[in-house]
Nanobody, 116 residues
């Protein structure tokens, strides 16, 4: 089992920045990839960015050039640095982890609201 806990969401003005954190615990040695997804009001959940444990990354087009996914030195924490935020980035952001057996785990989500 893997537990994921997100933090760092909040209210920010357009053009501002936030850094989300995801702390993983449990059987993290079985994990292959970790990533961030989001679900905006009335929208389906969508990929934001993913990172394999070997360091490869993939970003949604909407995130390229503005968001950066990274892993902490402790190997238990995943970050999402979000810059130049717009109201369209308003969503609940979820941390996801996938094991080598393709089992998927989700955090509870953290709300990001971009508004003036």
């Amino acid at each position: 089992q893997v537990q994921l806990v997100e933090s760092g969401g909040g209210l920010v003005q357009p053009g501002g920045s936030l850094r989300l954190s995801c702390l993983a615990s449990g059987s993290i040695f079985n994990l292959n990839t970790m990533g961030w997804y989001r679900q905006g009001p009335g929208k389906q959940r969508e990929l934001v960015a993913v990172r394999t444990f070997s360091g490869a990354t993939n970003y949604a087009d909407s995130a390229k050039g503005r968001f950066t996914i990274s892993r902490g030195n402790d190997r238990n924490t995943l970050y999402l640095q979000m810059n130049n935020l717009t109201p369209e980035d308003t969503a609940v952001y979820y941390c996801n982890a996938v094991s080598i057996s393709t089992r998927s785990y989700w955090g509870q989500g953290t709300q990001v609201t971009v508004s003036s």
